[in-house]
């Protein structure tokens, strides 16, 4: 299930579903969704504030659940990532979501989101949020990417060839996210449906014999021998470990070299400021060759 793109008057929902965000990029980032013609409502507790959090539990839960509930509103633009998701994805009634299917948009903690409509069949957003619109993280060319893809207008990406990329060429739809994220979803209703996909990783902070492990989780649960690609985003902010004797790229080369399906390397996409925006659950088209790597979701 795709939901409607949006066009010029639709409204669309803020929330703060993990981490708490400040007021000043909550309005920096409706000024400018605003300024391509939506209406961007806030959620009531947005800018509440719980320890790390935007406002406990139950208040986070209360503004997902509104902004699902309101047929009016077209997409659900999350804040900011951090953690909490997991804290309410459970209380999370989805009946009005799939009355009137709407874009969720995010990355990182949203990963969660994303496994959750996944899992009830509808499309998503894996993309930047409300902060990183706020602090112009995005060069212009990819910010204009950005909102045409939210018109419906799909990317289309080429890449330069990486020494580890695997050749080959593919279709299929694009699920993962947040590799530590959707890996502590694995074995609750959460978890991934792999089959014929093609899988996206991306990390923060995540030391490389953490990362090696729970693609071995993957690996022995025979999620490998089931996908059609694998495309490795961003893993950023860690530090290489040479008692492992090999970078963390390669370890990931290496977790993945007894299967056939065509692997890309250091997409940009993930926790950077260039962070190229994906469609998940979403028809797209992937080719990795000496020339370098095509990913098309255009029709």
Same mark, same amino acid.
């Given at each position: 299930?795709?939901?409607?793109?949006?066009?010029?008057?639709?409204?669309?929902?803020?929330?703060?579903?993990?981490?708490? #965000?400040? &007021?000043?990029?909550?309005?920096?980032?409706? !000024?400018?969704?605003?300024?391509?013609?939506? #209406?961007?409502?806030?959620?009531?507790?947005?800018?509440?504030?719980?320890?790390?959090?935007?406002?406990?539990?139950?208040?986070?839960?209360?503004?997902?659940?509104?902004?699902?509930? /309101?047929? /009016?509103?077209? !997409?659900?633009?999350?804040?900011?990532? @951090?953690?909490?998701?997991?804290?309410?994805?459970?209380?999370? /009634?989805?009946? =009005? *979501?799939?009355?009137?299917?709407?874009?969720? %948009?995010?990355?990182?903690?949203?990963?969660?989101?994303?496994?959750?409509?996944?899992?009830? +069949?509808?499309?998503?957003?894996?993309?930047?949020?409300?902060?990183?619109?706020?602090?112009?993280?995005?060069?212009?060319?990819?910010?204009?990417?950005?909102?045409?893809?939210?018109? +419906?207008?799909?990317?289309?990406?080429?890449?330069?060839?990486?020494?580890?990329?695997?050749?080959?060429?593919?279709?299929?739809?694009?699920? =993962?996210?947040?590799?530590?994220?959707?890996?502590?979803?694995? +074995?609750?209703?959460?978890?991934?449906?792999?089959?014929?996909?093609?899988? *996206?990783?991306?990390?923060?902070? &995540?030391?490389?014999?953490? #990362?090696?492990?729970?693609?071995?989780?993957?690996?022995?649960?025979?999620? *490998?021998?089931?996908?059609? +690609?694998?495309?490795?985003?961003?893993?950023?902010?860690?530090?290489?470990?040479? @008692?492992?004797?090999?970078?963390?790229?390669?370890?990931?080369?290496?977790?993945?070299?007894?299967?056939?399906?065509?692997? %890309?390397?250091?997409?940009?996409?993930?926790?950077?400021?260039?962070?190229?925006?994906?469609?998940?659950?979403?028809?797209?088209?992937?080719? #990795?060759?000496?020339?370098?790597?095509?990913?098309? *979701?255009?029709?």
């Amino acid at each position: 299930m795709i939901p409607p793109f949006l066009k010029k008057g639709d409204k669309v929902a803020l929330v703060a579903p993990a981490g708490r #965000v400040a &007021e000043a990029e909550v309005q920096q980032a409706a !000024a400018i969704l605003q300024s391509w013609g939506l #209406v961007a409502v806030a959620m009531p507790h947005i800018t509440e504030e719980y320890g790390c959090f935007a406002g406990r539990p139950e208040q986070r839960l209360c503004d997902l659940q509104q902004a699902f509930d /309101d047929a /009016d509103t077209k !997409a659900v633009f999350c804040a900011r990532g @951090g953690y909490g998701l997991v804290q309410i994805v459970g209380g999370i /009634d989805w009946s =009005g *979501f799939l009355s009137h299917p709407k874009w969720i %948009v995010g990355y990182s903690d949203v990963t969660v989101l994303h496994n959750a409509v996944c899992a009830h +069949g509808v499309a998503s957003m894996h993309a930047p949020m409300l902060r990183n619109l706020a602090r112009a993280e995005l060069p212009d060319t990819l910010l204009e990417t950005y909102r045409k893809m939210l018109f +419906g207008i799909e990317p289309s990406y080429k890449r330069k060839q990486h020494p580890l990329n695997r050749y080959g060429k593919t279709q299929g739809k694009i699920v =993962g996210g947040n590799l530590a994220v959707f890996s502590a979803l694995r +074995g609750t209703p959460l978890d991934l449906d792999f089959a014929e996909k093609i899988l *996206f990783i991306e990390d923060i902070g &995540e030391k490389p014999h953490c #990362v090696e492990r729970m693609l071995w989780n993957l690996k022995l649960a025979g999620v *490998f021998n089931r996908i059609r +690609g694998l495309i490795v985003g961003q893993f950023t902010d860690y530090e290489e470990d040479n @008692g492992l004797c090999r970078t963390l790229p390669e370890l990931i080369a290496d977790v993945v070299a007894d299967y056939r399906f065509p692997v %890309v390397f250091d997409f940009p996409s993930g926790h950077i400021r260039n962070n190229h925006p994906l469609l998940f659950n979403y028809d797209c088209r992937l080719e #990795v060759n000496a020339l370098g790597v095509q990913l098309d *979701f255009s029709k």
